[in-house]
């Protein structure tokens, strides 16, 4: 089983950048590929990016793709996205996902979440 804490989120003024973190604990992290989703209010939560057990693959949502960027350190059982070039968009709570399997879909783990919220 593994549990995932969210932390970074904050107010920042569209063209800024923020860094997602997400803590895991647990056994075996390193074998779990982990996704950030993302809600927005009164909108379904979302598929933001994902990464593989190695870190080897990445896929990203259209939207955030050339701007976000997701990395995890294996040694450290941390996750982040960073997030770059922010639109008032992007507002939503994120949430950071673990699973057994690679995919864009369906995760077992879930965190409580990270508010971003993207405004002047």
């Known amino acids: 089983q593994v549990q995932l804490v969210e932390s970074g989120g904050g107010l920042v003024q569209p063209g800024g950048s923020l860094r997602l973190s997400c803590a895991a604990s647990?056994?075996?992290?390193?074998?779990?590929?982990t996704g950030w989703f993302r809600q927005a209010p009164g909108k379904e939560r979302e598929f933001v990016a994902a990464?593989?057990?190695?870190?080897?693959?990445?896929t990203y949502a259209d939207s955030v793709k050339g701007r976000f960027t997701i990395s995890r350190d294996n040694a450290k059982n941390m996750v982040y996205l960073q997030m770059n070039s922010l639109k008032p968009e992007d507002t939503a709570a994120y949430y950071c996902a673990a699973d057994p399997t690679y995919n864009v879909r369906s995760y077992d783990y879930w965190g409580q979440g990270t508010q971003v919220t993207v405004s002047s």
């Open positions: 990464i593989s057990m190695s870190a080897g693959r990445t």
């Open positions: 647990g056994r075996a992290f390193s074998r779990y590929a």
